[in-house]
């Protein structure tokens, strides 16, 4: 005969009732509730979040930098972070000498250790030397002393590395837009040289067109300069020409002025006899010096004829070249030719009256005249020896003509290597302001890419330490956390969470023997059960009210994770009872062995993909894996579709175990006891 609900709550609460008025089952009882909340409040206590605690984390700290010189200022890059370290409270940073640091490493009064070394700051500023260098921050912890202070010093020190080098990198940056200012100013002054000297090379094209129209100038006034001195050559070549012909037709008359002269000498010697009282000249020389009368005038007429057209050749060439006018040598050959040509006049008149007078007749001889006669005949002497001198210095005139005419040779071929000279100058001046006008056009060019240079470094410049500050952090992650976890507690939840129930489950049925239940009348054992069930529903409840109201985990979803956190305890109920119905002791051994396999799978500390392959696929297959996902999903991650599929899973594996069990209970188990039965007597007869 069935039970109603009325009667099976009032045998639950006799069952309760007998296990209270035990005090040992009492005590079980009380263990029972209140094991997982040990398990579950105690460790999240404990690692509630233990990077709030940092800052009580001894780290040892030597600073051996030795500083640096730079643009001579004296940098000391170590003293400036023990400065800010001073200042930073993230962790317990003392300052000390290396000795402390290593004995205290060893000892395990610091969990990590950082050394400045000495040529830090030459290092540091080593980013303007040929060869840069990485400043060195050393970084010293034992392990052995606790592995978790290690990594967790070593996240802070790369932290600090982070810092300290967006320190120098905006250092380094400024230092480059400084240079980059100077670069601009040397631009400007460089556009400005640009400027000047592209006005200076058009004012030396200018000039050179200035040159190039003297060149021309000259040029012209050459070529009429050649032609002159051709001219002046023929000129002077017929004049040689002239000369030349003069001299040889003076040869002969030369010839006879020398007898003429002879004669003369003699008449004079005839006339100082006369003058003397000596007789005349006789009869037999009568002649003979008449003869040589007529033949010295004869010669002075032909030299006279001769002399006058070597006066008149001297006047053409003259007025041919007027620049001869002023040559004192040409002055002095004309002046000759003049005196001359008046010598020779006078000869001729005298020789004629001499030749005209009568020697022979005494009384035409007067010592008077004779007297006359002599003086004038020695006058005639010295005019035929001032002829023959004349003609003489026509072998000076000859000379002076040839040279001159050799120089006016030589003065024409001059000016003709002149000429080809200021050709190849005009050539030269015309590639000169061809290459100038490229010079002031490429230069001027140039001073406008400066200008621009300088508009783009000005530009480029604007907001300076802004951009320095970008560059030195020119990444800027903006995190988006789509479901936040403030603090370890929370983030570690799911996974006590879990660990604590199934230890409960454990315990509950350690202390309920569920065989001397079994052993019971027929209807008895599901009444058990269920006070077993509201047992573990419970501690369910105290471990979350515990986890909201003691430690101050706040849940998205309060009211789903106290209804999961109750299904997820009846599941792993359903599963313990099954094995230890299946197996009874070993049952609890292969529930230990199950949690093990379980905390190392479900991802509750470690994400998936960095476990053991072997542990990822046992993943799926295993409940705890659904309870911290549901768990964190009902505690951070607010996502209800979520919680409702890991309740499903969990009513699957809880209704497995359960249907196993009932199976096992109501048919199996008694079916083996008609089997055995002979057996069981056997057993405990002995």
């Not at 079980?28 to 997982?36: F, M």
């Not at 000429?419 to 050539?427: F, M, S, T, V």
């Not at 490229?438 to 508009?455: F, H, M, P, Y």
């Amino acid at each position: 005969m069935k039970k109603g609900p009325i009667a099976q709550w009032r045998a639950v609460s006799y069952d309760f009732q007998q296990i209270w008025a035990h005090k040992p089952m009492r005590l079980a009882l009380v263990g029972v509730l209140l094991l997982p909340l040990v398990y579950s409040y105690i460790y999240l206590k404990a690692f509630f979040d233990p990077y709030d605690n940092m800052r009580y984390l001894p780290v040892a700290v030597v600073n051996e930098d030795q500083g640096a010189v730079q643009d001579g200022e004296r940098i000391h890059v170590g003293n400036d972070l023990v400065r800010e370290l001073h200042e930073d409270s993230k962790l317990k940073w003392e300052f000390v000498s290396r000795t402390q640091m290593q004995k205290g490493l060893k000892q395990g009064s610091y969990y990590a250790g950082i050394v400045i070394p000495r040529d830090f700051s030459r290092k540091a500023v080593s980013v303007d030397s040929p060869a840069p260098l990485k400043g060195q921050l050393q970084y010293y912890v034992n392990e052995s002393n606790n592995y978790l202070s290690g990594r967790i010093g070593e996240s802070m020190i790369r932290e600090l590395e982070d810092q300290l080098e967006q320190k120098l990198t905006h250092v380094y940056v400024d230092k480059i837009f400084e240079k980059i200012r100077q670069s601009a100013r040397d631009l400007a002054q460089a556009a400005d040289g640009a400027e000047q000297l592209a006005n200076g090379t058009a004012e030396a094209a200018r000039g050179n067109q200035k040159v190039k129209a003297g060149v021309d100038q000259l040029q012209d006034g050459m070529a009429r300069l050649q032609a002159g001195a051709e001219t002046l050559s023929d000129y002077l070549t017929r004049m040689n020409e002239e000369l030349i012909k003069a001299k040889r037709q003076t040869e002969e008359p030369l010839n006879w002025l020398l007898q003429a002269k002879t004669h003369l000498h003699r008449i004079n010697q005839i006339l100082r006899q006369i003058e003397g009282g000596q007789p005349p000249v006789p009869p037999t020389n009568r002649d003979s010096v008449f003869a040589r009368v007529e033949s010295i005038a004869q010669n002075a007429r032909e030299s006279q004829a001769i002399n006058h057209r070597s006066v008149r050749l001297m006047q053409e060439l003259i007025q041919g070249h007027p620049e001869l006018a002023e040559d004192p040598r040409a002055q002095q050959l004309a002046s000759a030719l003049s005196n001359n040509g008046e010598r020779q006049s006078r000869i001729r008149d005298q020789l004629d009256q001499l030749r005209r007078g009568d020697f022979n007749r005494p009384e035409n001889v007067r010592l008077p005249d004779v007297k006359e006669l002599a003086a004038y005949t020695q006058k005639m002497e010295a005019d035929v020896d001032r002829a023959i001198n004349s003609i003489k210095k026509m072998d000076q005139l000859i000379r002076a003509t040839s040279e001159m005419a050799n120089g006016a040779g030589r003065l024409a071929e001059g000016q003709n290597d002149v000429i080809r000279g200021l050709n190849k100058l005009e050539n030269g001046v015309v590639r000169l302001q061809t290459g100038l006008e490229k010079i002031r056009d490429g230069q001027s060019e140039l001073a406008d890419g400066l200008r621009d240079g300088v508009r783009d470094a000005d530009k480029s410049l604007a907001n300076a330490d802004q951009k320095a500050d970008t560059i030195t952090d020119s990444v800027l992650v903006k995190q988006k956390n789509l479901h936040p976890v403030p603090n370890y507690a929370t983030g570690f939840a799911p996974y006590f969470l879990s660990l604590s129930l199934w230890v409960g489950a454990m315990m509950l049925y350690t202390v309920i023997d569920l065989y001397q239940v079994l052993d019971q009348k027929p209807g008895k054992e599901p009444l058990t059960l269920t006070a077993g069930a509201i047992i573990g529903a419970a501690q369910a409840v105290i471990c979350t009210a515990a986890l909201v109201w003691g430690l101050g985990i706040h849940p998205v979803l309060p009211e789903w994770l106290y209804l999961f956190t109750m299904v997820m305890s009846f599941t792993f109920m359903a599963i313990n009872q099954m094995l230890v119905a299946l197996l009874k002791n070993a049952g609890r051994f292969v529930a230990i062995v199950l949690l093990m396999l379980q905390l190392t799978s479900s991802g509750g500390t470690y994400p998936l993909p960095l476990l053991p392959e072997f542990f990822q696929t046992l993943h799926p297959y295993l409940p705890m894996t659904y309870t911290v996902h549901g768990l964190r999903a009902a505690l951070s991650g607010g996502d209800v579709a979520a919680v409702m599929k890991d309740i499903y899973i969990l009513f699957g594996f809880m209704s497995a175990a359960y249907v196993v069990t009932q199976v096992y209970l109501r048919w199996l188990k008694p079916w083996m006891r008609r089997v055995s039965l002979p057996v069981w007597q056997k057993k405990t007869a002995a």
